[in-house]
Structure formats: structure tokens, C-alpha cells
């Protein structure tokens, strides 16, 4: 008989691009033994998910939820549920979560058509209008926060410019929620999602996500059904809503956490997790340079939560890696697509982003490549 | 500023048709410290969850993995993956979840047929193999354990009929899978799915699925893209194969959980835990008859793990549920579809099968229907 250990994986110092660490008082929360998905008392669990969803959004919406699935089932539902075949849409392109995007609308059979900028640079609202212009798009989809590049979009007049030609705005704040504003209404943002285990501080496992009244109107237009059974939002808002008619089983452990998770964010105030947020990157973006290394990304641009570092001519990124995980604990992570072994993605969400984390980091880094 | 109080539902007793009772075990696994989902300690939780997949579906596939989502988002890829436009299926319908089915492969462009029995009954192979007869199908799919009325589905035999004209089998065991015997490898089926909150113990969030030669050979010659992009095994199978590529991230404390409960299992063996189950069941069979209630199911055919019981004349079934929970914590459930209202589900899965649940709800329910 083969024999399974006691789990004992090590509590890592996770930097990297999400997970990051989790708050004791998250972890606990998942202990808490289950009741049912329709349990008066679960009920009372999803509304105050639902309204700490909104206070994080900064949004109104009513139909603001976390989808069953990681960041991606989020992604994949702000698509599918607005895209009909041969929807035209367009999507603005900088990154790796970019590409995917075009990915998703494409197997919806979306007329997917691409804005594209070098990885790390962002949009002008003249460059959507200018694209728009030349074909009309019934959904935009631009990402907030690139996860693969560190790039910050800002999002103000983008939703005049989609609007104005009658398309929604898709946005992606999956690195940028909890740890930077995100102002879902003062955006005029038709549907975002993000996901809990970056600037939120709760496990992987279920996806935020936001709709306009605007969005659910479109998709209570339809003509087609939805092409995805578990992200329809025809039938889990109906569990969500009023109705709670049964959908799927809802991740009881997994919304609890996300629970204590927005109640942390909460207790905290938006202003100051931004700040706590900032300051830290700062820190950390100081002292990449006393390191003598360079940011992928120019300063205006630079999330707060997530620095892309360029690797050193001669530096073997991948070992770097190896001894920052084993000699020290800490998890970062190395490029994605054409970024790959050419920087280092250092994460400061949620409760990762702490002074002494940052301290630990630049000095851990000091050691190694003074020793390369 | 709103209160948000300390999370306080109740410990539950939970005898419906899942979530089930969690054992401390489990739970505790779940307030263990993350790492990240491409750490080499991450990776060995992999192995280890699919090594005991394996074990209890009975199967050497290699293939054989949690999907990130409840056991609907299983039951979708156990579809998606196998369907391209126009292709023939057959769906042997029984109840709430094989009417699931259908509606699912209908959205994947399937050309549905159905074969109908009344909820409560199951099919025999002879029926299976005259329905592929008069319509062959590039794949079947059955519920081996129907969860909206408790009606065991027999499979010896039916892959047979299946594979003779060139079709997959696809097996639902969200409800059998941990409690009662599913041979995999036995019975010949070529995708089967689960869920974690059944009859293995674990908290709802992933979906246990494995996928047999023939049906990866499938997947592999599909001219179409799999058309949804969360449950694409075709990327996945390379995130949870050699190379480790990143999909999306992994809900890693669900992984933590679900290792967990499966080292249960196989602590406890499987013989024994469906044995525990049988015994937990009959207890309950001859105590529901001593109260003067009558089963939905034919004894043959009843499944140890989720009894559907008839509402007598002139019992309300909402206000002895309402009781039940309110006055002695216990959850059970009523009925789905058409027999909403006419059954009560009580289920018996995993943590939640013990002599003291059964003896508990039996002197409840006795009490209860003794004062109206």
C-alpha cells in the first residue's frame, strides 16, 4: 500500500503573479464546517459576498457575482454570454491574457478582430475610437491590469468612445481589483471580472464578476442560447437572484473564504489597501534600481501589484528562481510567450504586498546575482 | 459602514443530495498555507490527487484528473470535449440530470436523441442497443446514479453495445463515485465524471474525470477547436501531464482538500467504505417502512447513497424540511422537476452515512409526522 503523507508543503512567501498569501483569517474561515447551497444561512453568506463585491467594484450592479471556476471561467463568462455567431468584436492586444481573449471570442464564433501594441505598452482612447471607426464591434474587451507584463491601461473614456457605436465594454481587472481603483460605475464598465487570488487575498477557485444593466439586457436579447451551460448567466442569476432556483452547487468553503477575504478589504478601506499597495511597489521598484536592474514597464504605466523586471545579459533567470524558492522560500515567477526568460514577474497583492516582504526579496536578490 | 459579523453558520447535519459533511481532516486541509500552482511541492499534490482518482474510479487512465468547477462543469467537459457540430448522440433520460445532458449537448451543435424512461426506472442494455440500432451515435451518455430520484443504473454490458457501432460512453457518478462500486476500467467507459461533495467527503468545487485511450485518440483528431476554452483538455491535459504548462491557475486549497478526503478513502479502503454505506442505507430503508412511508425507488435499483422517500397524503413536505432544519439542524431535500413536492431526497454520502445520522433523522422525522 502506498502511503500518503501528512500535507505538509511549505508556507511559501508567494511574489509571483497570484496565488499570493493567504490571511490567516481566510484560511480559518475555510475550516468552518459546510452547510447546504440553498441553507437559509448560505443565502445570507451570498448576499454579503454580493455587497462586498460591489463595494470593491464600485459598483451598483446587480448582478454581481463570483462564477464557480478561477479567473479564467471568469474571462471565458464575460464572453460567451454577449458574443452570438458572428458577433463582431474587438479586442485590444498588449499581452499574453490578450491573446487569450481572442481565443476565447473566436471559439463563440465571434468576427474577432485585433487592436495590437507591444507587450508592456498600453492604449489611447484614439486608438479604440480610430479602430472602431473603421469596423463597428458589438463588444470590446480590453485587459486593466496585464498579468504577463505588468502594464497598467487606464480605462477613462473608453467606455464613450464603445458606447457611442453601440458595443459593450469588457474589462479585465483580474491583477488590478483590491489592489488598485477600479471604478466599475464610474468607468461605465458593461461587464468586468478578476479573479480572488491576487489583490484580493483568497485562494483560487472562483472568479468576481460584474454586469451592467446594459450587458443584461444584450443578453436577455438573444437569439441563441448561450454556447456554455455552467457560465450562463441566464441560469445562475436566477440562482443568484431572488428565485435562488438551482443551477449548480455553489463552492460553499471557497465562498466563505472569498467572504472573509472582502470583509478584510472592507475593514481595511479601499484608500488605504491602494496605498499600502503603492508604497510597497515603490519600495520594491527603488530598490530593482539600487540593484542595478532595469523595469520592463516606463513608470507612468507600472502596476502597483505586479512588476515585470528585466533579467541581466549573463543572469541564468531560471536558477535565480531555483534559489530564491529553495534557499529562501520565495515564489516569483519568469516571462509568459515571448517574455519568457526575458523577465522576472514579481507580485505585491493583497497580504503579500507587506514592507517586510519586499525587504526580504531585495535583499535575497542582492545575495544571488552578487554571487552570479 | 455595514457589520460584517465573524462567519457563524452551523454545523450542519447534512443529509440531502450534496454538499455532504466535511470531516475535520478535510477541513483542516483547507486552512493550509498556499504555494503556488506550478511549485514543485504543487505538483506532487497533483500526482498523488491523481493517483487516488485512479484508485477510486478503478482505472489506470492516465488521464484522470479534478476539473476546476462543480460536477456540472464536469459533466460539461465530459461533453465539449467529444461533440463537434452535427454530431449524433443518444442520451438515456431518467431524470433531472440526464435532462441536464441533453441540454448541454445540444448547445456543442450535438444532433440529440433521447431515450426516455419514467424517473425512478433505469434501462437495459437491450433498450441501449436498439435505440443505437435505429440512430447510431459517435457517443452515449447514461447516469449511473441519478441524484433527482436515486435510481442505480446497472452498467455491465452497455459499453459493449456502445462500442460495437463505433461510439464513446460517457458515465455520470457524481452521486455513486466513493460510495458504491464504479469500474472504470471494468465496465469499459470512456469518460466518467464526479463530483467532490458527494460520497467522497470534500467540499462542492471540483470535478473529478477520467478519460480512457479511445477517447483521448477522439479528442485528438477533432477538426474543430473544443468549443469552450475553461474545459479544453486538449491544454489541459498538458497543464496536469509532463510538461506542466500553464492553463489556468489551479484552486489549490480545493486540491488541498480534495487530496485529503481521497487519503480518506483510501485509508478506509473501498470495500469497506461501500459496505459502510450499504449497511447506513438499509438501516435507513427499514426504519423509513417502520414509520409507514413508502420508497420512490424499487429496492433493486435504490442507490445507498441518496433514497428518495414518498410524501404521504396531506403532509406538508416544505414545513417537515423547515422542521427538520430548524429544530433539530438536520438538511434534507425535496424533489426536482415533476417530483417536486411528491418526495423528500435524504442522502447518505461519504461523512454524513453514520449510524448516529440515520438513528437521528428517523426519531426527527417520527416525531415530526407523529404531530401533524
Same mark, same amino acid.
Given at each position: 500500500?502506498?502511503?500518503?503523507?501528512?500535507?505538509?508543503?511549505?508556507? +511559501?512567501?508567494?511574489?509571483?503573479?497570484?496565488?499570493?498569501?493567504? !490571511? !490567516?483569517?481566510?484560511?480559518?474561515?475555510?475550516?468552518?464546517?459546510?452547510?447546504?447551497?440553498?441553507? !437559509?444561512?448560505?443565502?445570507?453568506?451570498?448576499?454579503?459576498?454580493?455587497?462586498?463585491?460591489?463595494?470593491?467594484?464600485?459598483?451598483?450592479?446587480?448582478?454581481?457575482?463570483?462564477?464557480?471556476?478561477?479567473?479564467?471561467?471568469?474571462?471565458?463568462?464575460?464572453?460567451?454570454?454577449?458574443?452570438?455567431?458572428?458577433?463582431?468584436?474587438?479586442?485590444?492586444?498588449?499581452?499574453?491574457?490578450?491573446?487569450?481573449?481572442?481565443?476565447?471570442?473566436?471559439?463563440?464564433?465571434?468576427?474577432?478582430?485585433?487592436?495590437?501594441?507591444?507587450?508592456?505598452?498600453?492604449?489611447?482612447?484614439?486608438?479604440?475610437?480610430?479602430?472602431?471607426?473603421?469596423?463597428?464591434?458589438?463588444?470590446?474587451?480590453?485587459?486593466?491590469?496585464?498579468?504577463?507584463?505588468?502594464?497598467?491601461?487606464?480605462?477613462?473614456?473608453?467606455?464613450?468612445?464603445?458606447? +457611442?457605436?453601440?458595443?459593450?465594454?469588457?474589462?479585465?481587472?483580474?491583477?488590478?481589483?483590491?489592489?488598485?481603483?477600479?471604478?466599475?460605475?464610474?468607468?461605465?464598465?458593461?461587464?468586468?471580472?478578476?479573479?480572488?487570488?491576487?489583490?484580493?487575498?483568497?485562494?483560487?477557485?472562483?472568479?468576481?464578476?460584474?454586469?451592467?444593466?446594459?450587458?443584461?439586457?444584450?443578453?436577455?436579447?438573444?437569439?441563441?442560447?448561450?454556447?456554455?451551460?455552467?457560465?450562463?448567466?441566464?441560469?445562475?442569476?436566477?440562482?443568484?437572484?431572488?428565485?435562488?432556483?438551482?443551477?449548480?452547487?455553489?463552492?460553499?468553503?471557497?465562498?466563505?473564504?472569498?467572504?472573509?477575504?472582502?470583509?478584510?478589504?472592507?475593514?481595511?478601506?479601499?484608500?488605504?489597501?491602494?496605498? +499600502?499597495?503603492?508604497?510597497?511597489?515603490?519600495?520594491?521598484?527603488?530598490?530593482?534600481?539600487?540593484?542595478?536592474?532595469?523595469?520592463?514597464?516606463?513608470?507612468?504605466?507600472?502596476?502597483?501589484?505586479?512588476?515585470?523586471?528585466?533579467?541581466?545579459?549573463?543572469?541564468?533567470?531560471?536558477?535565480? +528562481?531555483?534559489?530564491?524558492?529553495?534557499?529562501?522560500?520565495?515564489?516569483?515567477?519568469?516571462?509568459?510567450? !515571448?517574455?519568457?526568460?526575458?523577465?522576472?514577474?514579481?507580485?505585491?497583492?493583497?497580504?503579500?504586498?507587506?514592507?517586510?516582504?519586499?525587504?526580504?526579496?531585495?535583499?535575497?536578490?542582492? %545575495?544571488?546575482?552578487?554571487? %552570479?
Amino acid at each position: 500500500m502506498t502511503i500518503y503523507r501528512d500535507l505538509d508543503t511549505s508556507a +511559501r512567501i508567494l511574489l509571483g503573479p497570484g496565488p499570493s498569501m493567504v !490571511p !490567516p483569517r481566510v484560511l480559518g474561515a475555510m475550516a468552518h464546517p459546510l452547510v447546504g447551497h440553498l441553507d !437559509p444561512q448560505f443565502i445570507t453568506v451570498m448576499d454579503e459576498v454580493q455587497e462586498l463585491l460591489r463595494f470593491v467594484f464600485q459598483t451598483q450592479n446587480r448582478l454581481t457575482i463570483p462564477v464557480s471556476g478561477t479567473g479564467s471561467a471568469g474571462m471565458e463568462a464575460s464572453l460567451c454570454n454577449f458574443i452570438e455567431p458572428g458577433d463582431s468584436v474587438l479586442i485590444a492586444v498588449n499581452g499574453y491574457f490578450g491573446e487569450r481573449l481572442c481565443d476565447m471570442a473566436g471559439r463563440y464564433g465571434a468576427d474577432v478582430h485585433r487592436l495590437d501594441r507591444p507587450w508592456g505598452e498600453v492604449f489611447t482612447v484614439e486608438e479604440i475610437e480610430k479602430a472602431l471607426r473603421e469596423k463597428p464591434a458589438k463588444l470590446v474587451a480590453i485587459v486593466n491590469a496585464e498579468t504577463s507584463t505588468g502594464a497598467w491601461q487606464p480605462m477613462e473614456g473608453i467606455s464613450d468612445v464603445v458606447h +457611442r457605436q453601440g458595443g459593450l465594454l469588457v474589462m479585465d481587472c483580474v491583477t488590478s481589483l483590491g489592489g488598485m481603483p477600479v471604478k466599475v460605475d464610474a468607468w461605465d464598465i458593461d461587464v468586468a471580472y478578476s479573479g480572488t487570488q491576487k489583490c484580493l487575498g483568497c485562494p483560487p477557485g472562483l472568479s468576481p464578476l460584474t454586469v451592467s444593466g446594459r450587458a443584461i439586457e444584450s443578453l436577455h436579447q438573444r437569439k441563441t442560447k448561450v454556447a456554455n451551460w455552467y457560465l450562463d448567466l441566464t441560469m445562475v442569476e436566477k440562482y443568484w437572484g431572488d428565485g435562488r432556483t438551482y443551477h449548480h452547487t455553489a463552492p460553499i468553503s471557497m465562498n466563505y473564504a472569498l467572504r472573509e477575504a472582502l470583509r478584510l478589504v472592507y475593514e481595511e478601506g479601499l484608500q488605504a489597501r491602494f496605498e +499600502r499597495h503603492r508604497i510597497n511597489a515603490e519600495l520594491l521598484w527603488n530598490g530593482i534600481e539600487s540593484l542595478g536592474l532595469r523595469h520592463y514597464v516606463s513608470r507612468e504605466y507600472r502596476l502597483p501589484s505586479l512588476t515585470t523586471v528585466v533579467v541581466p545579459e549573463n543572469v541564468d533567470e531560471v536558477a535565480i +528562481r531555483r534559489h530564491l524558492l529553495d534557499d529562501f522560500n520565495i515564489e516569483i515567477a519568469g516571462g509568459l510567450g !515571448p517574455l519568457k526568460g526575458r523577465v522576472w514577474r514579481i507580485g505585491l497583492m493583497g497580504y503579500s504586498s507587506s514592507r517586510e516582504n519586499v525587504t526580504l526579496l531585495l535583499e535575497a536578490l542582492k %545575495q544571488l546575482l552578487g554571487r %552570479q
